[in-house]
Nanobody
């Protein structure tokens, strides 16, 4: 059973930046495609960024040019660098495989963008 633990969220002003981290319990990052997802209040969870095991990245149109997904295989960690944050980015952010495995969802990390 894989465990994924997200961290790095918080309260940030519009225009600010945050870097989220997701630590996996095993050495899976080089085996599977990984994704960052988010769920805003009253909305369904959506894919924000995807990183293939080969290193290719894809982003939702809403975050393209502002967010960057990366990984450190030695640390079993996936990152999401978020710049130029706006109120529309407020959500709980999760990592999971892509496609996601339902039993792998963690608690997520809350990101709130507000002045």
């Amino acid at each position: 059973q894989v465990q994924l633990v997200e961290s790095g969220g918080g309260l940030v002003q519009p225009g600010g930046s945050l870097r989220l981290s997701c630590v996996a319990s095993g050495s899976i990052l080089s085996i599977y495609n990984m994704g960052w997802y988010r769920q805003a209040p009253g909305k369904t969870r959506e894919l924000v960024a995807r990183l293939s095991r080969g290193g290719m990245t894809n982003y939702a149109d809403s975050v393209k040019g502002r967010f960057t997904i990366s990984r450190d295989n030695a640390k079993n960690t996936v990152y999401l660098q978020m710049n130029s944050l706006g109120p529309e980015d407020t959500a709980v952010y999760y990592c999971n495989l892509h496609p996601p495995v339902p039993s792998y969802w963690g608690q997520g990390t809350q990101v709130t963008v507000s002045s």
